[in-house]
C-alpha cells in the first residue's frame, strides 16, 4: 500500500532562514504529489502540485519543491522563512490507479523564531 | 476566490447522537471528497463521492456513516450513532476533474462527549 512519510514532526528555523521539510512515499510508479499548509484555524491549503513534466515547482508564498524519482521524495524549501509560515505542513501522494483519495503524511510543525 | 465551505466550524453531541456535517463544494466542481484527522494523527481519507453516489470508500467508512447531496449544491457528512472515537476534525474536500488538485474547506471539529 501507499505511505507517506515526513520524518520531522517538529522544525524551528530562525527568521529569514532557510527551509526544507521531507517527504518520502513509498508507490511503485510516479504518483501525483502534493504539499499543503494548515495554519491554527484555517483548512488546508495547496501549496504547490506536482503531476509530470519539470520535477522543480513552484507554489505560492515563495515555496518550491523538488521530485527525485530515485530517492521517491518530494521536500519542500523556502529559501527565507517568514514569521507568518508558522503553520503545520503536510505531504500528501495520489495514487492516480487509486482513484482520486489522497494518502497525506503526519505533517510537519513549522516553528519560526524571530 | 471560490472555496470550499464547512458548517457548523465546532460541533459538540453526546455519544450515541446523529449529526450532520455540512459543505458546500465549488460549484463547478464533480468530486467530493470527506477526510478526517484525529487529534495528533494523519489525515485519512473516509470516502469520495461523484455522479451522484459513492466511488470509493475506506475501512473506516463503515455503516455508520452515509454521505449525500441533497440538492446539487451541499455535501453532507451524517454520523448516525457516534462514538468517543469518532472526535476529530472533519475536512471536505473537492475538485473539477479526476486528477486534479482537491480543495479544501476549512474543516468542522467534532468533539463526542
Known amino acids: 500500500a501507499q505511505s507517506v512519510t515526513q520524518p520531522d514532526i517538529h522544525i524551528t528555523v530562525s527568521e529569514g532562514a532557510s527551509l526544507e521539510l521531507r517527504c518520502n512515499y513509498s508507490y511503485g510508479a510516479t504518483p501525483y504529489l502534493f504539499w499543503y499548509v494548515q495554519s491554527p484555524g484555517q483548512g488546508l491549503q495547496l501549496l504547490l502540485k506536482?503531476?509530470?513534466?519539470?520535477?522543480l515547482v513552484q507554489g505560492i508564498k515563495g515555496f518550491e519543491a523538488e521530485f527525485k524519482r530515485s530517492q521517491s521524495s518530494f521536500n519542500l524549501r523556502k529559501p527565507s522563512v517568514h514569521w507568518s509560515d508558522a503553520a503545520e505542513y503536510f505531504c500528501?501522494?495520489?495514487?492516480?490507479?487509486?482513484?482520486?483519495?489522497?494518502?497525506f503524511g503526519a505533517g510537519t510543525i513549522l516553528r519560526v523564531k524571530s | 476566490e471560490p472555496e470550499v465551505t464547512q458548517t457548523p466550524s465546532h460541533q459538540v453531541t453526546q455519544m450515541g447522537q446523529e449529526v450532520i456535517l455540512r459543505c458546500v463544494p465549488i460549484s463547478n466542481h464533480l468530486y467530493f471528497y470527506w477526510y478526517r484527522q484525529i487529534l495528533g494523527q494523519k489525515v485519512e481519507f473516509l470516502v469520495s463521492?461523484?455522479?451522484?453516489?459513492?466511488?470509493?470508500k475506506s475501512e473506516i467508512f463503515d455503516d455508520q456513516f452515509s454521505v449525500e447531496r441533497p440538492d446539487g449544491s451541499n455535501f453532507t457528512l451524517k454520523i448516525r450513532s457516534t462514538k468517543l472515537e469518532d472526535s476529530a476534525m472533519y475536512f471536505c474536500a473537492s475538485q473539477t476533474k479526476k486528477n486534479t488538485e482537491a480543495f479544501f474547506g476549512q474543516g468542522t471539529r467534532l468533539t463526542v462527549v
Open positions: 506536482y503531476f509530470s513534466g519539470d520535477t
Open positions: 500528501a501522494v495520489g495514487p492516480p490507479e487509486y482513484g482520486n483519495k489522497l494518502v
Open positions: 463521492f461523484y455522479n451522484n453516489e459513492i466511488s470509493e
